[in-house]
Antibody
Framework: EVQLVESGGGLVQPGGSLRLSCAASGFTFSSHWMMWVRQAPGKGLEWVATIKQDGSEKYYVDSVKGRFTISRDNAKNSLYLQMNSLRAEDTAMYYC??????????WGQGTLVTVSS | DIVMTQSPDSLAVSLGERAIINCKSSQSLLSSSDNKNYLAWYQQKLGQPPKLLIIWASTRESGVPDRFSGSGSGTDFTLTISSLQAEDVAVYYCHQHFHSPLTFGGGTKVEIK
């Protein structure tokens, strides 16, 4: 069974940093593209970042370029999102997702990030 | 960027009746190399993450009831729930995975009338 378990969310002040983690199990992690997708409270879904199986390609939505960094550790079956210079508009549930190609296939339960003073 | 526009924003349907959700993309999602539409549909129930229902515009994922069907090609797509059940109350999203940035429709909230 595919399992994606996010951690690392919480309350942070504007301008602060957080590092999200995602522990993957139940599949061959190194064989899949992985993505982060977020959802602001009461709003729709927004893709944030994608990373290729070996980490050699990374893609970001324009609003987070230069502030967020996606990475992975295939030896630890883990996905990460380093978030710097956080803004109020980054407040959202952040979902770790597994790709089938670029299709967002499986979703974790999410971790909530709140940016507020 | 490919913009995904869903309609309506919400709809209320009686139990057992049909619900139809539309999704329009600003560019064609049909690949000439494999003749597939890079369009998926998700269901998100309150307090849960989205669940993948339909891939390649019309292929149901394993375990998805056959009352859910997807159709369309190119830029115009439809998700149909043929006979609405109480457990189908949710927000439904379309998603294109043809070009980066990946994008989603704004969502359609389905309720019971």
């Amino acid at each position: 069974e595919v399992q994606l378990v996010e951690s690392g969310g919480g309350l942070v002040q504007p301008g602060g940093s957080l590092r999200l983690s995602c522990a993957a199990s139940g599949f061959t992690f190194s064989s899949h593209w992985m993505m982060w997708v977020r959802q602001a409270p009461g709003k729709g879904l927004e893709w944030v970042a994608t990373i290729k199986q070996d980490g050699s390609e990374k893609y970001y939505v324009d609003s987070v370029k230069g502030r967020f960094t996606i990475s992975r550790d295939n030896a630890k079956n883990s996905l990460y999102l380093q978030m710097n210079s956080l803004r109020a508009e980054d407040t959202a549930m952040y979902y770790c997702t597994r790709g089938a190609g670029w299709l967002v296939e499986y979703w974790g339960q999410g971790t909530l990030v709140t940016v507020s003073s | 960027d490919i913009v995904m526009t869903q309609s309506p924003d919400s709809l209320a349907v009686s139990l057992g009746e049909r619900a139809i959700i539309n999704c329009k993309s600003s560019q064609s999602l049909l690949s000439s190399s494999d003749n597939k539409n890079y369009l998926a549909w998700y269901q998100q129930k309150l307090g849960q993450p989205p669940k993948l229902l339909i891939i390649w515009a019309s292929t149901r994922e394993s375990g998805v009831p056959d009352r859910f069907s997807g159709s369309g090609s190119g830029t115009d797509f439809t998700l149909t729930i043929s006979s609405l059940q109480a457990e189908d109350v949710a927000v439904y999203y379309c998603h294109q995975h043809f070009h980066s940035p990946l994008t989603f429709g704004g969502g359609t909230k389905v309720e019971i009338k």
